[in-house]
């Protein structure tokens, strides 16, 4: 355990799986002076409003409301700072943080771990990131795939989310265990522990959680948390050259695909259409026939899909620009390809049941071998 005195507990989870009503019962719960970080994305902190008219007795509570951004990007050097302060005051037990419905846990944290690297004396200690789980959510969009056609990309990056939290989180709680009968729950804890197979699962309904069992756990390891996503062991134990995919103990497989030429935007888009039901999740950057600029990343979650245009490939800046990077991070150029530069499609496939020959030809069948870059600009 921590030598450390004040556990800090992220909460995370998208938003309306529960996160303010998790913490108006933990407040409610009065057992220690808690500090209280709320973040939210609007002008007007609409969670922090919501608990302060609770009518739970504040004065064991300090809250501090930061809008307009979200801690793991635009307000994170004020989130730290925040901290920092909090630090600081000896009365204070326990910190609890209500991240951004839209924030990336693995950031958060690892602001943290760059705090108490720095800050070796520091009163606090990062306990739990826990992910607020709306299971009829999952139910509905993860595993069975209930929304309109009009609504599909914008589902598709929302589960995409929703999973990247789950992923990244050394506790579930799942929420809303009211509206699904014994056996749908029981599927989505499977389908769950398809996709993160370390996390405790806690259910409930309504966010009513014991703070002790949030508290009374094995202190957040970043590695071992990391390490927890499918997505993660796939990269970390697949070879990529392996005939077969990787099998785990729970009969999950997973490969990691890499291929330096581009994929077909239409054909890729096609595959996609039909993507393999087998397949629970795909993650990866790859990159288009028709763009050598960007770099894109595509997610998958259960039935949903999306194609995200990220940052340019380090081959495509200026000439001018581009020498001194590679001289000064001449690293860089241990992949370096002669025509294609840093631009790579690797894609990390988990699934049950599928054929990774298959899955490979059919991305084979989406590879289009350009004439140049300078046809694409």
Known sequence: ??????????ITGYLGSGKTTLMQNILKQEKRKIALIVNDMGSVNIDASLLNKTGNKLVQVEMVQMQNGCICCTLREEFMAEIERLSNDKSIEAIFVEASGISEPSSIAG?????EEMTPDTRVYLKTVCS?????????????????????????????????????????????????????????????????????MIECTHGNVDLDVILNREDFCFEDVEAFSAVQKALNNCEHDDEKACVDEYGISSF???????????????????????????????????????????????????????????????????????????????DWDETYGDRL?????????????????????????????????
């Open 1 to 10: 355990m921590s030598t450390r005195e004040v556990p800090i507990v992220i």
């Open 111 to 115: 602001a943290f771990v760059n705090y």
């Open 132 to 200: 607020v789980v709306d299971v009829d959510r999952i139910y509905r969009e993860f595993l069975h795939d209930l929304r309109s056609e009009e609504e599909e990309n914008e589902d598709g990056d929302i589960i995409n989310l929703i999973i990247d939290q789950i992923e990244f989180c050394n506790l579930m709680i799942l929420n809303k265990t009211d509206l699904l009968n014994k056996d749908q729950l029981e599927e989505v804890k499977k389908g769950l522990r398809d996709i993160q197979q370390e996390a405790e």
């Open 256 to 334: 990691v695909f890499e291929e330096k030429r581009p994929f077909n935007r239409d054909s890729f888009n096609k595959m996609v259409e039909k993507y393999p039901e087998q397949l629970i999740r795909t993650k990866g950057y790859i990159w288009f026939s028709d763009d050598w600029e960007h770099v894109q990343l595509f997610e998958q979650a259960g039935r949903n899909a999306s194609v995200t245009e990220l940052t340019p490939w380090v081959s495509s800046w200026p000439e001018k620009e581009l020498e001194p990077v590679l001289a000064d991070f001449p690293d860089l150029k241990d």
């Open 345 to 377: 499609n690797q894609l990390v496939f988990i699934g049950k049941g599928y054929e990774k020959s298959e899955i490979v030809d059919l991305l084979y069948g989406c590879i289009e071998e350009p004439a140049s870059s300078d046809e694409c600009d």
